[in-house]
C-alpha cells in the first residue's frame, strides 16, 4: 500500500500546523469569517446545520485497518460516535468542534491522511474503482496513476483556484466502477495495439444543474503522458472556463459551449506544447508508484473452498450474502468482500465507532490489512480467502455488518440531506429508510435484481440521482418536501442520465411510487435475466408513466 | 414574527438570541414582532459576530406553539432547531438490532 515518503510527511505536517494558527487567529479576532472560511475549506471544514462538518479524504478509497480505527477513534473522541461514507470515497463527521479541529487533523496526520483536496475550487482528491488491483478484469492498478495524479496537483499553483472544483475519475477495466463519465477527467485503463498501457480520456462529465456525459477527447493516451496531457486540460480549462458564473463554471459547460473538437484542438496543441518537458512520467517512476502498490503475498489456495460451499448449504442466510456480496478475486481461492452499510431501515453510508474500529481489525485478520470505500458508500474488504468466508459472515453479523443486499434494491445511495447539509431542499435519508423497509416488507429484493436507487436532497446531486437505474431527487415546492423520479439512468460504460418520468411526489407518496415502478418492471420483463435498466431501455417511459399517473 | 438564529463560531452549535445573549434551546429565544424590534436584534446579532460569538446569522419566521414558544415555520430551521430527524450512531444500530 502507499506509504507516505518525507516530503509528504512534511506537507501534511506543516498544513496542520499552519491550519492550527488559522483557526486561533478566527478565534482571537484576527481573521474575519469571510477571510477564514476559504482557508477552512481548504482543509475540509464546512459549515453545516447543526455544526461544522470535517471531510476525511481516502485517496483512492484505500485505507489500513490502523487507518481504519483512527477513523473510528475520531468519531468516538471528538464527534458523536459515527461517521458518514460519501460518494466519493471520502468520510464525514458531522458534529466536530472548531476548537477541536487541529487535534483531529494532527491525529490523522499521525495515520499518514488529512482533509485536503476535500473541498474547494481545486482538484479534488481522485476516485477510482474499489476493486482495484484485485478485480479478474482489470489491465492495471488505477490507483498507481491516481497517487501519480495526487503527487502532481496537491500544491500545484496553477491549480489550486481554478474557477470550480474538479473531480478525476479513474477505472482499471472496460467495465466502469468509478462513473468516470460523469466527471471532469475520466479515465479508462486499457491496452493499444501493441500491448502498451494507457488511457481512453473522457472531459467534461458532471452531475448537478446540468448533467453531462463526458465525451471522448483522446481514444489512447500513452501512461507516460499522463501528466501533461492532464495539465493541457487543466490550462485550457483554466483559460477559457466562466468564473463570472458559478453555475456556468465547470468544465461540462466549456465542453458543451465550445464544443469537444474545438476544445481537443486547443487541448492537444497545448500537450504537444509540454509532453516532452519535465511533465513526461519516465517509465522508472511509474514502476516505483506500481511496487506500492504491489499485491499483498496471497495464500496459494485452490479456487474451489470446500468450507465455503458447506457453509453456503447450512445456512441460507450466509448463502444469500456470498450470493450478494462477494465478487470474484484475481487470485485463486479468494473472494472481494463487500460489507454493506445500508441495513434494513438504517442511514445509508453511516458506520458507528465500534463498527470502524471492528472494521479495522476484520481487515488486519481476513484481508492483508487492507479496505476500501466504495462510492457507493459500503466497505469493501478485498482480499479474503475463500476459507474465511463463514468466520468473518459471523464476526460482521455480531456487529450488523452483514446485511446481504449488496448491488439490490436495498443498497441505496443516499446524501446527508436536509437532516444536515445547509444547501438542501428535502431529506434524502428518510425516504432511503422507508425504501429499503418497503422491499424488505414486500420480501422482492432478490427478485427484482440488480436495481440502483440514488437518492439527492437538491440539484448538487452528491447523491448521483441522475445516475440511478431509478433516481429520486428532493426539491421544495412551496415549503413542501417534493421528490422528482427519474428512470433509466446509470453511471457505468453505458453511462446515462435518467429522464423524468413526470410530476413530483410528496414524502408520502414517492416511496409507493417506487414500489409501482418495480411492479411494473417486474410485470413487464421478459426473464428474470432482463435487469431493470434493460427491460426500461426496452420498453421506455411509457408502461411505467401509465403506472403512475394512469 | 421572527427570531435571530445563528451558529456559534467555536464550536458550529446552532443558537438563538434573548434578551441576555445566545441560547441554544429554541424555546428561550426572544421572539420579535416589530421592524424595528428585528432590526435591533439583527444589529446585536451583528455585534456578537464581531466579538466572534457567532456566525451565519438568519432572522427566521416563527409561529407560536401551545406552550407559546417559538416553532420555525420552515422545515429546514425545525431540522436544525430540534436535531436531524433520524437517528444515528448507537441510538440507530441498536433500533435496528432490537
Ligand atoms: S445533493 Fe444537495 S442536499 Fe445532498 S449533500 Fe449534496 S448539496 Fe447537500
Known sequence: MYRYDEFDREFVAARVDQFRDQVARRLDGELSEDEFKPLRLMNGVYLQLHAYMLRVAIPYGTLSGRQMRMLGHIARTYDRGYGHFTTRQNIQFNWPRLTDIPAILTELASVEMHAIQTSGNCIRNVTTDHFAGVARDEIADPRVYAEILRQWSSLHPEFTFLPRKFKIAITGAAHDRAAIQVHDIGLQLKRNDKGETGFAVYVGGGQGRTPMIAKLVRDFLPEQDLIAYTEAILRVYNLYGRRDNKYKARIKILVHETGIDELRKDIEAEFERIRDGVLHLPKADIEAIDSYFAPPQWRDLPDHSEKLEAARKADRAFDRWVANNVDEHRAPGHAIVTVSLKPVGGPPGDATARQLEVLADLGERYSHDELRISHEQNVILPHVAKDDLPALYEALKAEDLATGNAGLIGDIIACPGLDYCALANARSIPVAQRLSEHFEATGQEQEIGDLKIKISGCINACGHHHVGHIGILGVDRKGEEFYQITLGGSADEHTAIGEIVGPGFSADEVVGAVGKIVDTYLGLRQSREETFLDAWRRVGQQPFKEALYG | ?98
Open chain 2, 1 to 98: 414574527m421572527k427570531i435571530i438564529t445563528a451558529n456559534r463560531l467555536s464550536d458550529g452549535v446552532v443558537v438563538y438570541l434573548t434578551a441576555n445573549g445566545w441560547v441554544s434551546h429554541i424555546a428561550s429565544a426572544s421572539v420579535l414582532h416589530a421592524a424595528d424590534a428585528i432590526e435591533a436584534g439583527l444589529a446585536a446579532a451583528a455585534r456578537a459576530i464581531a466579538n466572534r460569538e457567532v456566525i451565519d446569522v438568519a432572522a427566521i419566521d416563527v409561529t407560536l406553539n401551545e406552550s407559546n414558544h417559538p416553532v420555525p415555520v420552515r422545515l429546514r430551521e425545525r431540522i436544525r432547531a430540534y436535531g436531524p430527524t433520524v437517528d444515528y450512531g448507537e441510538a440507530a444500530r441498536q433500533r435496528l438490532a432490537a
